[in-house]
């Protein structure tokens, strides 16, 4: 059997859920130049952004009505980063 390497190989651990989030993190809103922190929620599948930006803190650069394009650092580079809001966190908050 070949080895696989898919989107989200070796992620056991890394996107184990922490519990049920509520719909008041669905109903953020987001405005350009907010501060968030990428929080992969593993059980929605759609939008999820890859596993090396788990963690990150980017700004919001553009809003759309399910998705949000952020600028996420990545070592020297800025990387354009869309997200659905199941993702995301504002920053300072839990």
Do not use: C, W
Not at 35 to 47: A, E, Y
Request: charged share 35%; aromatic share 4%; hydrophobic share 35%.
């Amino acid at each position: 059997m070949p080895k696989s390497h898919g989107y989200r190989r070796r992620t056991r651990s890394l996107l184990k859920s922490d519990g049920k989030k509520g719909l008041s993190s669905l109903l953020e809103e987001y405005s350009v130049d907010d501060r968030v922190v990428v929080r992969i929620d593993p059980s929605q599948v759609k939008g999820m952004p890859h596993r090396r930006f788990n963690g990150l803190v980017g700004t919001v650069k553009e809003v759309g009505r399910r998705a949000v394009t952020l600028e996420v650092p990545v070592g020297d580079k800025m990387k354009k980063l869309v997200a659905r809001k199941e993702h995301l966190v504002k920053l300072g908050a839990k």
